[in-house]
């Protein structure tokens, strides 16, 4: 991310200074500079609503002025402040005040009498911070609003898909990181034996009866690895011998941020005698 010449000689800037001369040699400085957008003004009580209006990218504040001094104006900048960033410098003829200016939330600071060759590159230098500042913003905002959008595009296809693999298979599941279910559609539970201690939100699968330890096994790997897994075979025999043959697929989900929030599922019971889906 960089500013070209263009952008900064197209900054709007407001020269304060309660002096004709200091705001005619300035004006004068910035002008046969090539900046283009220069304003100005003798009344340093205007200086707020001037900001409010225009949103100057620079502004040139004399510290010392009759009526209302330059840490005031930059007080009541900071109080109509639009963004975090204040694009002050002040001008000051006091080498004392530079730390109260400073302070005071002044980003730099030029001493009277003015060197012309220190004002316009303290400038530019300013301008180009202030710029990229806001080029920075207008970026984060605009990342932001993408990430909503595919947000909400991701939750509106995840819904999508919810429904599809119900009606596809024979039940649906959602587990969370730590394996406790957080959703279930058909018959999961009853069909592969789990029990749980009440199927809550935080239901947990306590304990498998009759399922083969090894398949058993692997399937806990390939979550625990956070793996996909599609038609994996899986069994368990009933407690009147009747053995049922299931396949299964699940896959990892995670979050906008990346991070493994568990797994999601469908299930088929494969009828062993006709190897037709029930």
Not at 4 to 23: C, F, H, M, W, Y
Not at 89 to 102: M, S
Not at 221 to 244: C, M, N, Q, W
Request: charged letters at 25%.
């Amino acid at each position: 991310m960089s500013m070209n010449v263009a952008e900064i000689l197209g900054a709007k800037v407001l020269i304060v200074d309660d002096q004709s001369a200091n705001v005619q040699l300035i004006e004068q400085l910035l002008t046969e500079a090539g900046y283009t957008r220069v304003t100005s003004t003798m009344r340093p009580q205007d200086v707020c609503a001037l900001h409010r209006k225009n949103h100057f990218d620079l502004i040139l504040l004399d510290l010392q002025m009759s009526g209302m001094d330059g840490v005031q104006v930059m007080a009541g900048l900071k109080v109509d402040a639009q963004d975090s960033y204040l694009p002050v410098i002040v001008l000051t003829a006091q080498p004392g005040h530079k730390l109260r200016a400073l302070q005071a939330g002044a980003k730099d600071f030029i001493c009277k009498p003015l060197d012309l060759v220190e004002v316009k590159t303290r400038i530019h230098n300013m301008l180009e911070v202030r710029l990229l500042h806001k080029k920075l913003e207008t970026y984060t905002a605009e990342l932001e609003r993408q990430i909503e959008e595919r947000t909400a595009e991701l939750r509106e296809s995840e819904a999508r898909y919810r429904s599809l693999t119900e009606l596809a298979s024979d039940w649906y599941w959602e587990q969370d990181e730590n394996g406790d279910f957080t959703k279930v559609s058909g018959p999961v539970l009853e069909m592969l034996g789990i029990q749980v201690d009440g199927l809550t939100e935080d239901a947990k699968s306590t304990d498998v009866e009759g399922c083969d330890e090894q398949e058993l096994a692997h399937l806990r790997a390939l979550i625990a690895a956070r793996e996909p897994f599609l038609d994996l075979a899986f069994s368990r025999v009933d407690a009147d011998g009747t053995r049922r043959e299931y396949r299964v697929s699940g896959e990892p989900m995670f979050n906008a941020a990346f991070r493994f929030v568990g797994y999601r599922g469908i299930g088929l019971e494969v009828n062993v005698d006709w190897g037709l889906s029930t």
